[in-house]
């Protein structure tokens, strides 16, 4: 499997932005998907997941401004970040099977 992270960028506080995991090379909708994030200078943590059957579950630093969601006909994974805060900037990454996407970088700053 190969995972493909994109969809970051500067955003200001409060504002939104929607990353994009896209697999290739694997039976995607049967796997799931994680996100996951590292801010400066922190460790990775665990952000969000969604099973293949759509069950989906956060960190509840994110509970009801993130958003994870699945196209299986795509293969894609997408997470939709909403109130964004300056907290929030991080390195974006997606893994799916233990294989780890190359990361979105992620700023958020007025």
């Known amino acids: 499997v190969q995972l493909q992270a994109s969809g970051g960028g500067l955003v200001q506080p409060g504002g939104s932005l929607r990353l994009s995991c896209a697999a290739s090379g694997t039976i995607f909708s049967k796997n799931a998907v994680d996100w996951y994030r590292q801010a400066p200078g922190k460790q990775r943590e665990f952000v969000a997941f969604?099973?293949?059957?759509?069950?989906?579950d956060y960190a509840d630093s994110v509970k009801g401004r993130f958003t994870i969601s699945r196209d299986n006909a795509k293969n894609t994974v997408y997470l939709r970040m909403n109130s964004l805060k300056p907290e929030d900037t991080a390195v974006y990454y997606c893994?799916?099977?233990?294989?780890w996407g190359q990361g979105t970088l992620v700023t958020v700053s007025s």
């Open positions: 969604v099973t293949s059957g759509g069950y989906t």
């Open positions: 893994n799916s099977l233990g294989v």
